[in-house]
């Protein structure tokens, strides 16, 4: 480290682990709750969750979750997803906007997180302005 920069010293302290934690032991839970559009019938979960099965990336590679991350189905319309390794919820959002548009379901559904590490579908808010130009 003698001859680096500046920008690399500091660089290279920000990705030191805190005093007492091993490096790489990263555990995250992330939830996807499309129990909403699986309850109206538009929304199969099961073809959600093996889509995320085939699309997610590991080290550059598709197909290639081993132990690191587990896909499950949690009960009417929820999926977990518990990685071993970095992980970021921005991918997750972005792989079920994909899945959404695959299926055609972008125009109706969203992807909105309610809170740090949850998911979740909603129908978009429609107002029904045909209906309230004919009560004038």
Do not use: C
């Amino acid at each position: 480290m003698a001859g680096a920069t500046k920008t690399q010293r500091t660089s290279a302290l920000r990705h030191a682990p805190p005093k007492g934690q091993k490096p790489g032991k990263i555990t995250k839970k992330f939830i996807i709750n499309a129990s909403q559009p699986a309850s109206d019938k538009i929304f199969d979960v099961s073809a959600f969750e093996k889509f995320l099965h085939d699309k997610i990336k590991v080290d550059n590679r598709v197909g290639n979750l081993g132990d690191t991350i587990q896909i499950s189905q949690q009960g009417e319309g929820k999926i977990e997803v518990i990685a071993h390794t970095q992980f970021s919820g921005r991918y997750l959002k972005y792989l079920t906007k994909k899945f959404l548009k695959k299926q055609q379901l972008r125009d109706w559904l969203r992807v909105v997180s309610t809170s740090q590490g949850i998911y979740e579908l909603r129908f978009f808010n429609v107002v029904n302005d045909a209906d309230e130009e004919d009560d004038e």
